[in-house]
């Protein structure tokens, strides 16, 4: 098992190097350097720039280096710091913009896959055991909706509705009075309702195709021998539903954790700017406009970040659960 | 298991009958390709969506013929314009087949300032079939002024879906949005096959080095947060890009990051396919590597690439709409249904005008009938089974 | 009557059906068989005949949606030590009671070990499951019981194997944990579902060998569902040689091999290679199985018999008869032939 994890978590460095590659170049692709941006920004605020200031800055930043010196720089003054460049946008440091914002964002991202697993798996067992029943029929319509529908049009349409029915406006994740308030017992409280929808919201689809999936996994499971040698031993149906099938489906679902995190975050990202919340994708779209490239580079490599140690916890999970796994041995 | 057994366990799937000994007399000698669509033919939902979707393309193909007014041409009379209501029943000649609308006059609220339209019963507009409207070239060629359906009268205007605060009527520029989105989904996904069938054929017949990175870089990409990742890349265009370079250079941006679930299937396919007897007996019956991929390989997944393109393609189309949705994808004055939505962004807005919220129901529309398609050509594609 | 007593179970017209889109799938269609305590009836057929249906219908765990028709009646033994007879097809399929009966008083050894054991379970942990549910509620017993009964099946350093996953044992050795499995219960009739198919040549005959030594050793019935007549030959006392859902012959296994009398039996016996008959070409029988769903009347062998004649076989359905004491037949021509 410490093998196991030792080995992932060495898998994990060529990817996380990846990353911060593809994450630099995104920085530096739009025109113009992030100093002329920055410069232009000291200038236009009626500071006066000397040259010596600009080339101190530029050795400061390694401008005049190569792109490789300079990726090196921004790496270990991000691994070695937590220094993440600069936001000209909000002209502060990009780490003070995205940790306040970014923990909310994993909140409702983590509390959303709660739901999902919550949700869905409850479902696609009733789906497969009472397979073409009149409910089965009808999760397998939301569940096409779910997958079909994006969920910015579901934020958007639901806002509309419920807006319409009650005047009440549902946007934002806190009401006015809290919304700079610090962290107290009284703002969680506020919070908590407002994130029903974000995250029923968000949820949506990831709900709607791990129910497909949970159905199909059970579906192929129940109808396997192992299930008939179980029931041919006396066992009761409902407890061999769980203990065999049902526990053999849960390791690929488990798996999809890899796939639902990222999906999510995305949801996330997107649905937060149509509910106008206090997170982190407004705050990308705003850095977006303005091509604040550090604040969105650093945004995606957090966020890949976040995924990538989400599918490692995911595995070693699934090593833990499943012997077939952690001894190396694949079986049919 | 006995055979029985498993005979039932298919029977039982509805969609996957056994089909009456009546309709296909040459069950045991029809191709791969008419057996799906046999079977495709069953799948009530898909079909009827493939006609649907068949339509829409139409339409946008014909936009300008189809829609009754022009994209670009705004009505500053009737800005923020409810839909028109159609009428059958008029208060004097009582029912009459042809459909009417009546003129519309504003009023301003004297004290919220709130412009509101009201109908005005004596202006009457039949709507006609090939009505004379506002010239325009079909495809930037060929010139006329007959639309599909209108009111044949230059004092009246036919507003199905309502205006925008710049007094665009909404349902031509959803027609001529069609044509940009339901054409990006059609046009991003060739560069994404091509990449896709490129990199996982690679990956799969070559096998080894090749193999390992092509994998590394697809499990690279799927860790990534695609929405971040497309709005940082599009943030990442030159602002000074025109509509057309913006439009490719979207295509160009979703397909290095979506071949990745293609090339997946691909590589599997393939891996699964090489070992099958029939690629070693045409290996041992002295076969190129070439003749094998285009006379075996390719025939035998085939269906589960359309399968697969079929359901990328709303995917395209949604990323482009959630990114011109955003405002860092398609700008106005390129009218696409993204683009279209980003009025209807804020609840004040949407909340006096909810016409507003028309094209996000032809996107739903668009894929939705995409992923019944979809399905039902994945039941298709295994006619076998 | 002393004959009567020692059977054990007694199927009366047993139909199993399917109610499908299509039609109504028959896939055992009336048949009658007894078990008798300490034999081993043989059950042989072509794949898709009925025989695995047969089987599963007698635990009642036949797929859905099929329905179980018929009298299935087993004689149990009540813990006071007297006789009831209980009518397995008339059980709630799903109730407390069959589940008595399936593991305790019948067990079942499938075909392929490998997946009818769950993969993520230990071998004792499945073991166990079955032995608490009948036997005892005491983990520990449980667990004594089970070390018992790979030990009788000859497996190596039992409890070692207790807390191994099937995919580390052997094929053989799974197959013998299947026994053990079936057998920890002390069932008193044990059905094999071609438990050798999917083995190697030596270890299948190590695993019947087993089979044999058990049901002698425990008094146990057995029931034997093979394709495979070499087998039959092998193990059985009496055999049953089904096709299309239905009984055709039923003899002892000595009658069968030596005077058989329905021609599907022959052609079977003329199919098998044999170092006796020599230079004789192997006969095959010549087209497929019909389709069990809307057939025809008359025998079900009527598109494929040699013998068959028209406005004679396929008028009617053929009824089993008893040719001569212990030897039924459901065949028109038998006086013929």
Known sequence: MLNYISYRLLQLIPLLVAISIIVFVIIQLPPGDFLTNYIQQLKLSGNDVSESAILNLKQEYGLDKSMIVQYVYWIKDMVLHGNMGRSFQFNMPVADVIWPRLGLTVAISLISLVFVWLVAIPIGIYSATHQYSILDYVFTFIGFIGVAVPGFLIALVLVYFIFIETGVSITGLFSPEYVDAPWTLAKVLDMLPRMILPVIVIGMASAASLIRITRGMLLDELSKQYVITARAKGVSEGRLLFKYPVRMAINPLISTIGWTLPALISGEVIVSIVLNLQTTGPMLLKALMTQDMYLCGSFILVTSVITVLGTLLSDILLAAIDPRIRFGGVGE | MSGLTTVINQLRRPRTRRKKKTDQPSMEVASQWQLMWWKFKKHKLAVISAVVLILMYLIALFSEFVSPNLSATRFTAYKNAPPQKIHFVDAESGFQLRPFVYGMKEKIDEETFLRTFSEDKTKKYPIQFFAKGEPYKLWGVIPSSIHLFGVNNPDGALFLMGTDQLGHDLFSRIIYGGRISLSFGLVGIVLTLFIGLLLGGVSGYLGGVSDTIIQRIIDFLICIPTIPLWMALSAAVPREWSATQMYFGLIIIFSIIGWTGLARVVRGKILSLREEDFTMAARLAGAGDLRIIRKHLLPSFASYIIVNVTLSIPATILGETSLSFLGIGLQAPAVSWGVLLQDAQNLETLAHHPWLLWPAAFIMLTVLMFNFLGDGLRDAADPYK | ?337
């Open chain 3, 1 to 337: 009557m002393s004959q009567q007593e020692n059977v054990i179970l007694e199927m009366k017209d047993v139909k199993v059906q399917f109610r499908l889109d299509e039609g109504l799938l028959k896939a055992v269609d009336g048949v009658d068989l007894r078990i008798k305590r300490g034999k081993t009836l043989g059950i042989v057929g072509e794949s898709g005949c009925g025989k695995s249906v047969t089987s599963q219908a007698l635990l009642r765990i036949v797929p859905k949606p099929g329905e179980v028709q018929g009298e299935i009646r087993l004689t149990r033994k009540k813990k006071d030590g007297s006789l009831e007879v209980v009518d397995l097809a008339k059980l709630d399929a799903r109730g407390k009671e069959i589940r008595d009966i399936r593991g305790a008083e019948i067990a079942m050894i499938f075909q392929e070990p490998m997946k009818a054991f769950s993969p993520i379970h230990t071998i004792g942990n499945q073991i166990m499951e079955a032995i608490l549910l009948h036997t005892t509620d005491d983990q520990d017993e449980a667990y004594r019981i089970g070390v018992e009964i790979l030990k009788k099946v000859g497996m190596s350093n039992p409890e070692q194997r207790m807390s191994e996953y099937p995919h580390q044992l052997s094929g053989g050795m799974r197959q013998r944990a299947m026994i053990a499995m079936a057998l920890s219960c002390s069932p008193s009739i044990l059905i094999a579902d071609e438990p050798t198919t999917a083995l190697d040549v030596t270890v299948q005959a190590q695993v019947l060998q087993l089979i044999n030594d058990l049901k002698s050793s425990h008094d146990t019935s057995v029931i034997f569902i093979t394709h495979d007549l070499g087998v039959i030959a092998e193990m059985s006392d009496d055999v049953a040689v089904m096709y299309l859902g239905k009984v055709v012959e039923y003899t002892d296994v000595d009658t069968l091999f030596h005077h058989p009398k329905h021609p599907y039996t022959k052609a079977l016996l003329n199919s098998i290679p044999s170092v006796m008959r020599e230079s004789k070409r192997l006969e095959s029988i010549e087209g497929t199985v019909p389709f069990p769903m809307n057939l025809p009347k008359g025998c079900g062998f009527y598109t494929r018999c040699k013998l068959a004649k028209d406005g004679v076989c396929n008028v009617e359905d053929v009824p089993l008869v008893e040719v001569t004491a212990g030897h039924s037949v459901r065949c028109l021509l038998v006086d013929e032939v």
